[in-house]
């Protein structure tokens, strides 16, 4: 009875504490001296994405206005790398302060998370291709060809919900196609496989050079408004940012970056207004605060540089992706021992273990085997701390992918295990020795030799299944690929580069495999 | 050295061994030839605890096997059993990835305690007694049937059982092999060790065995000195199987 009632204890603590811990954001930012805000920079530019000269480090008008913002705080800034649709869960389980990416006022969200003040006003570009069968959003309703207009847009955006609505319309005649990058849908009206793509005019102004075969079609349409997000009930951080974007506002700092990234259009004049009406939101100090008014910067401006190609790619990108390949690796070589141990120990325990045993591990395997390793991943990262359990990512990464793997190795040492003839167990049995030494000295050995085909087979799928850890905000080679190539459009190139440093990394795996089955004489 | 008494073993409904006893003496041989499907490996089996049985009792020293030894409770029990009776099987059961002379050695050190040099010692002139000395590192897949056998057999008796059970030890070997098989086993018995075989090998159980069993659906049906039951068979079972064994 005592100790059942220790366990409820130890359970109700185990969901209160995260609650009783929940210190005040700001004051969290103020001792660390540091604003960490995510991002994601597979999003491009001209919001975060990886410098041209240096990739390694970001840049963009939310890189500039972070930097503005923890001036504010006077903290400095620290950003961190999320994958986009899950950056609201960072900022949910304090693994960043607030959320700095384009993030769209919406409902939705404000149900969840804590918006700031807007610190930009979007408008949605229709971007057509010269010369193309459609020109503009008429030729969406009364397409003289007949035949469906295929519009691309980014999956969870504002344009794709506006665009959804348009071609659900009675006597539309277009259909959407959604893309995880918003650069890759410009690239394919460019090529003709798509006809029109409906950009945020930030993207859409930003990239314009890059992709000449375009054209905007018609004024923007769909307004709306990009804020920040902290998470919910840290109104004091959130107040702080607020003050900080009014003053930015008022004196000129905002315009300047947005002018500095060619981002500046009419729209952003509601601004000016906005700040002016929070006055009556507790801004009051902020919006009567002596400002001076900045003086246009020495008109530096952010261009996008031509396409590079050929081996300009090479030679600007090989270290990033190298260094990037090498966290791969050590992902891959610190799960996949963990995943053999855990698996050996969960096929021995089915086979020969107790009976009540056998049911939950095979329930472990099933339910590992049966659910994406990317929701296990997520699971560990955004839910565990929760209930107060906290893991870093890189270790989230290791523990999540050997946990998963686990599962997979298990089955192949059972099968393993089931091959050896009975009579091997019986032989070391009737010889006195112990049934854990019989496992352990003469089962367990000759099943890892079958087994090691399957097994690194395995292994190189797990060298490949590294690439979902960038959902607990880790980037590893193929996220570092999707980065840069959302940035840079030079995707041949990166992808024979992601290619062969795969390659480079399997291959010998193989080779090293073969010579260890020919050692020990797997043919016995 | 081991008595059974009235042992009974079923597979769900099929009965096996239908009450079966008899002693075992020091430094005798007993024989069980009998026709296919009367029981005798499962008999043997079950003496070395590597099958449960429904009734009757194995003792062997001062262990005692019953219907209600359990392998996970009573495994210490069975080890002690193991430890005094050893067991020869019909396929060899060699180690696969051990050498001949890791194969040997590894019981005594692993269950004994045995310091590698010492086994390696007495291993080797075992190896030598069944005429393998020179196959010290090679693997099992590279002996012939007969030579695996008797690396078998080696394999039980550095262990130093009281007492061996063979399980058919020559069934998978041709003619030559077996002879050489059955040629150590003669020259245990003429040592003195106490043996329970369960043999194809009419030779072997008249010269051999200092007495036989004839085991036909389920039970013992006659038993007696070699000349007694070869010379002058009382039961029917027992005629028959001898004619049909005979011809073969």
């Known amino acids: 009875m005592a100790h059942r009632f220790a366990a409820l204890l130890a359970l109700v603590f185990a969901f209160a504490v995260p609650t009783l811990a929940r210190a005040d954001q700001l004051a969290e930012v103020r001792s660390r001296g540091e604003l960490q805000w995510c991002g994601d920079q597979e999003g491009g530019g001209p919001y975060v994405f990886p410098k041209e000269d240096d990739p390694s480090q970001v840049t963009g008008f939310e890189v500039d206005l972070a930097a503005k913002l923890a001036q504010y705080l006077k903290v400095k800034p620290r950003f961190m790398q999320g994958q986009w649709d899950k950056l609201g869960d960072l900022v949910k389980t304090k693994k960043c302060d607030v959320v700095l990416n384009g993030y769209e006022f919406t409902p939705e969200r404000n149900e969840a998370l804590e918006p700031t003040i807007p610190y930009y006003v979007y408008g949605l570009q229709l971007l057509v291709r010269k010369g193309g069968a459609v020109k503009t959003w008429g030729d969406l309703k009364s397409n003289p060809g007949g035949t469906k207009a295929k519009i691309g847009v980014l999956t969870g955006s504002a344009a794709a919900t506006k665009m959804e609505e348009y071609c659900g319309e009675s006597n539309a005649l277009c259909e959407v196609a959604s893309y995880d990058g918003g650069t890759d849908t410009m690239r394919e009206v460019e090529t003709g496989k798509l006809d029109a793509t409906l950009q945020d005019t930030p993207i859409a102004n930003f990239y314009a050079p890059r992709f000449p075969g375009l054209q905007p079609s018609g004024a923007p349409v769909g307004k709306g408004y990009y804020v920040m997000y902290v998470a919910k009930g840290e109104s004091a951080l959130r107040d702080a940012l607020n003050e900080a974007i009014v003053l930015m506002t008022r004196n000129g700092e905002l315009e300047a970056t947005y002018r500095k990234y060619g981002i500046w259009d009419g729209a952003q004049s509601e601004l000016g207004s906005i700040s002016e009406m929070s006055r009556f939101f507790g801004l009051d100090k902020a919006v009567r605060a002596d400002v001076k008014k900045q003086e246009m910067p020495s008109a530096e401006v952010v261009h996008t540089e031509a396409r590079k190609h050929g081996l300009a790619v090479f030679k600007a990108y090989g270290g990033i992706m190298l260094e990037s390949a090498g966290l791969t690796i050590v992902l891959a070589f610190m799960s996949f021992p963990l995943a053999i141990l855990i698996g050996l120990g969960i096929a021995v325990g089915r086979l020969f273990g107790p009976r009540w045993l056998r049911i939950p591990l095979a329930g472990y395997v099933e339910f590992l085997r049966g659910t994406p390793l990317m929701l296990q991943l997520y699971f560990l990262f955004f839910l565990l701390p929760e209930v107060g359990i906290t893991i870093p990512a890189f270790w989230t990464g290791i523990i999540g992918l050997a946990i998963n793997y686990s599962a997979y190795e298990s089955e192949i040492y059972r099968a393993g295990l089931q091959a050896i003839p009975p009579g091997q167990l019986e032989a070391a049995l009737s010889l006195g020795m112990s049934r854990a030494q019989a496992i352990r000295r003469i089962v367990v050995p000759q099943a890892v030799r079958i087994v090691i085909p399957p097994v690194v087979n395995d292994f190189i799928a797990l060298f490949k299944d590294t690439s979902v850890v960038s959902v607990v905000t880790l980037v590893e080679l193929t996220k570092r690929f999707s980065v840069l190539s959302m940035s840079t459009q030079a995707t041949v190139e990166l992808m024979a580069m992601t290619a062969g440093l795969y390659l480079m990394m399997s291959y010998p795996m193989s080779v090293v495999a073969q010579r260890i089955e020919q050692r020990l004489g797997v043919s016995a | ?248």
């Open chain 2, 1 to 248: 050295m081991i008595t059974v008494e009235n042992l009974k073993k079923r597979h769900g409904s099929l009965e096996i061994i239908k009450g079966i006893g008899f002693n075992v003496e020091k430094g005798t041989v007993d024989a069980i030839i009998g026709p296919s499907g009367g029981g005798k490996s499962t008999f043997l089996r079950c003496l070395n605890g590597l099958e449960r049985f429904q009734g009757g009792s194995v003792t062997i020293g001062e262990h005692k096997l019953t219907p209600e030894t359990d392998p996970k409770r009573d495994a210490a029990l069975l080890q002690a059993v193991r430890r005094k009776v050893g067991f020869v099987f019909q396929q060899f059961n060699l180690f696969p990835h051990l050498t001949v002379m890791e194969n040997l050695i590894e019981a005594p050190t692993q269950v004994l305690g045995e310091s590698v040099e010492s086994a390696r010692e007495r291993a080797a002139k075992l190896l030598e007694r069944v005429g393998l000395e020179k196959k010290h590192d090679a693997r099992p897949k590279d002996l012939s049937g007969g030579q695996q056998q008797r690396v078998a057999i080696a394999r039980t008796l550095v262990m130093q059982p009281e007492a061996i059970l063979f399980d058919e030890p020559t069934s998978a070997l041709d003619p030559v092999m077996a002879g050489e098989v059955l040629k150590v086993m003669e020259d245990l018995a003429k040592e003195g060790q106490t043996m329970l075989v369960v043999t194809h090998s009419m030779h072997f159980a008249r010269e051999v065995a200092n007495r036989v069993h004839v085991f036909a659906d389920g039970f013992d049906v006659e038993c007696g000195p070699p000349e007694a039951l070869f010379g002058d068979p009382q039961h029917a079972t027992t005629k028959a199987f001898l004619q049909q064994a005979g011809k073969g």
